[in-house]
């Protein structure tokens, strides 16, 4: 168990041969040091096999082992793994010291009882390698390239993939509570008011004014009121709490190098009405930073709503189309920050920094003057929407624009960029970029934004059907192209993802008073009410930035959760389970007696309304599959694709259907008349009948 000393080897041995050709250059603190470092990753990780056993069936990955902490990849470049470097620990107690001693494998392993056969076949085969090699390994370059790989070619691994998979089973996000040192002296503060507050309406109720009596009875009342509006202002505060995600354990579960992409698909949404008082270049902006994020580009569908069918925003995205095949391979070469062309040449910083490329100046040059000239076709075709002709627009190929009437036109979708609408400058695919316009007729209720809302719902299930939805204003930009990645740390979480409602995003400003709390910035609002409400169930849909659960959308149930768990609440998140009626609760007594198995993981759709009669989830004859057909056509809409989407949890179009057949499929999802006798409104999409439908949504799906 000593170390080695040279000069001190035994002469005459096969392992003292291959000794000398290891040519050791270590001193004993270098490998003490290294001795201690595997120590305390063994502690950390485990060994997945006896400490005390030495082997070398199984190496430990060398030259560089990621170490994915906290959401941060830290490099710990350890040396070559040379046979002299690695190193065993004895098995100690836990908490108290326990000696390490460097083990010489080529001593100790070529003494008898300890493997010596094995060590002597590998250590000759090293040596026939090493005569045909005319690299000398001197240098811990050299032993770090080849090392023990030559040794065993079985063996020769980079990373050791039990231990990524161990990090990519751990949980994608985690919730972390404000300091007690932060929070406690407001909760202090609050109690102390309360109680202020409630000598104080003691003593307004307990000291009537004779001479006033009517006037003091209304100030009672109101002062009573408004405590109890403070008290539920404070509610919110009380336990505020924050979210952290783990993107480097995302990509190791659903997005690993070399490998197809399993990441869920994401439609997202973008909505506008009128391009003279919303600006197109804004909302250019907007549709350029969602076609350059930090995501598959197969899995995104950008869908643009113009609810006030103008040709202005039709041209706008024809040539944001164009722009985009200059500037998505430019954010993705150089990673910049943000992706909305507009605030990214507008920053006030040294674009160099981190910056190694010697090309981006160049680039980013170019790229600037491309940009100015696409403002100036921008804001040429402002100009000139201005005046509006007599006749009406004309299209270029000289037929009539059908949108010329905003109250009475024909639905119109137009895909601009996908699968087949070319490529960028480079040759890579870019995101599927889809113009839709509802279509209006008079007579018909149109429902304003949530009605444009849930046509963009049914013309995504039609065309991609992505299970995940994210809606923002034309004037919202993604500053941070990892957003969606983010989202998906809850959303396709193996564990809570499938209770998880929606993921909402807080909003930040630019351009305005950042001493401005209120108005503005909505600081209080964004940064400590959500963060509270988060605390307590989940925050509420605030109209933007949200991340949807498609199937909440169509109304469908929670998920049941095991009853031996304890029902949590994610943050961010909005979800939970409610009774349910004595129908459903018998029909799920039914499914007991049945002896079928129920996976608490799986979606509980809640079909008792629009199955009657059908018995579980399969179908005895045509007959029950034609009612179950026909309740589901009640509920979505006399739409067969679309219904057949509802169906797929996963997403996903089938793969027989043509381009054709689904585009005039979505044409007629968008029809005036489609949600007429349905539920649309009432108990799907976005909720009809308030000024905010934003928040009426919000609280439907926090119902549920």
């Known amino acids: 168990g000593s170390p080695a000393i040279l000069g001190d080897r035994e002469t005459g041995g096969d392992a003292d041969d291959g000794a000398s050709d290891f040519n050791y250059s270590e001193n004993q603190e270098q ?3 290294l001795a201690e470092r595997m120590q305390g990753w063994n502690a950390k990780y485990g060994r997945g096999e006896d400490v005390g056993a030495p082997t070398y069936d199984k190496e430990i990955s060398h030259n560089h082992i990621p170490l994915l902490t906290s959401g941060q990849e830290v490099s710990g470049e350890l040396s070559a793994a040379s046979p002299e470097r690695l190193s065993m620990a004895s098995p100690g107690v836990a908490g108290g ?9 080529v001593r100790e392993f070529g003494s008898s009882g300890l493997g010596n056969v094995a060590w002597k076949e590998r250590v000759d085969g090293w040596k026939m390698k090493q005569e045909k090699n ?19 070619a079985s063996t020769d691994v980079l990373v050791d993939d039990s231990l990524l998979n161990d990090e990519a089973r751990q949980p994608l996000s985690r919730k972390v509570s404000v300091p007690s040192s932060k929070i406690n002296p407001y909760r202090m503060v609050i109690i102390l008011r309360l109680v202020i507050l409630c000598i104080f309406l003691h003593y307004r109720i307990t000291n009537p004014v004779p001479n006033a009596y009517a006037l003091w009875l209304i100030s009672v009342i109101c002062e009573i009121w408004f405590a109890i509006s403070w008290i539920l202002d404070q509610f919110p505060k009380w336990l505020p709490v924050n ?3 783990y993107l480097d354990r995302l990509a190791l579960r659903y997005d690993r190098e070399g490998e197809p992409s399993e990441l869920a698909a994401v439609d997202i949404f973008v909505s506008t009405v009128d391009p003279l008082k919303e600006p197109p270049l804004v909302t250019a902006n907007t549709v350029l930073s969602i076609l350059a994020v930090d995501y598959p580009v197969d899995k995104v569908s950008c869908y643009v709503s113009d609810d006030g069918a103008a040709m202005l925003t039709f041209e706008a995205l024809s040539e944001t189309s164009e722009f985009a095949r200059k500037w998505v391979p430019f954010c993705k070469k150089y990673n910049i920050e943000p992706r909305a062309p507009e605030w990214y040449f507008a920053q006030k910083i040294d674009y160099l920094k981190d910056k190694v490329q010697t090309s981006f100046v160049k680039d980013r040059r170019a790229m600037k003057r491309e940009y100015e000239e696409f403002k100036v076709r921008i804001n040429g075709l402002v100009a000139k929407a201005q005046k509006v002709p007599e006749e009406g627009w004309i299209m270029q190929d000289g037929t009539p624009w059908p949108g010329n009437n905003t109250r009475d036109h024909p639905g119109m979708i137009q895909v601009f960029l996908g699968q087949s609408g070319g490529l960028d400058a480079e040759g890579n695919e870019l995101p599927r970029l889809v ?16 009605g444009a809302m849930n046509a ?7 065309l991609t059907n992505g299970p995940f939805l994210l809606n923002l204003d034309c004037d919202h930009y993604i500053n941070n192209s990892k957003a969606i990645r983010e989202a998906m740390c809850f959303l396709m979480d193996p564990n809570l ?3 998880v409602c929606y993921v909402q995003f807080p909003q930040r400003f630019d351009g305005i008073d950042r001493n401005d709390r209120y108005a503005n910035r909505n600081t209080v609002f964004f940064d400590i009410n959500l963060r509270g409400l988060d605390g307590i169930q989940g925050p509420v849909y605030v109209g933007t930035g949200c991340v949807f659960n498609r199937t909440a959308l169509y109304g469908y149930e929670p998920p049941l959760k095991p009853k031996h768990k304890r029902a949590g609440v994610l943050s961010s998140l909005c979800g939970g389970s409610r009774k349910k009626s004595s129908k459903s609760s018998k029909k799920g007594s039914d499914k007991k007696k049945s002896g079928k198995p129920v996976d608490p993981t799986v979606p509980v759709f809640s079909l008792d309304d629009i199955e009657e009669g059908v018995e579980g989830a399969g179908f005895d004859d045509e007959k029950s599959l034609l009612m179950s057909q026909m309740s589901l056509e009640q509920r979505f809409g006399q739409s067969a694709v679309f219904v057949a989407s509802t169906l797929m949890e996963n997403g996903g179009v089938p793969q027989s259907a043509t ?12 029809s005036c008349g489609y949600e007429d006798k349905t539920d649309w409104g009432s108990e799907i999409g976005w909720i009809y009948g308030s000024v905010t439908e934003d928040i009426l949504t919000g609280f439907k799906m926090h119902a549920r």
């Open 31 to 33: 490998k003490q040091k």
């Open 97 to 105: 010291k326990s000696s390490i001693r460097v083990v010489d494998p």
């Open 134 to 152: 005319t690299v000398p390994m001197s240098t811990c370059q050299a032993t770090s390239e080849r090392g023990l790989g030559d040794i065993d």
């Open 243 to 245: 979210r952290e995600t």
């Open 435 to 450: 113009y839709v316009s509802r279509e209006k007729r008079p007579g018909f209720q149109h429902h304003k934004k949530a």
């Open 456 to 462: 963009l719902v049914r013309v995504s299930a039609v």
């Open 497 to 499: 993802g499938k209770q």
């Open 659 to 670: 381009p054709e057949t689904l585009l005039k499929e979505a044409i007629h999802v968008i």
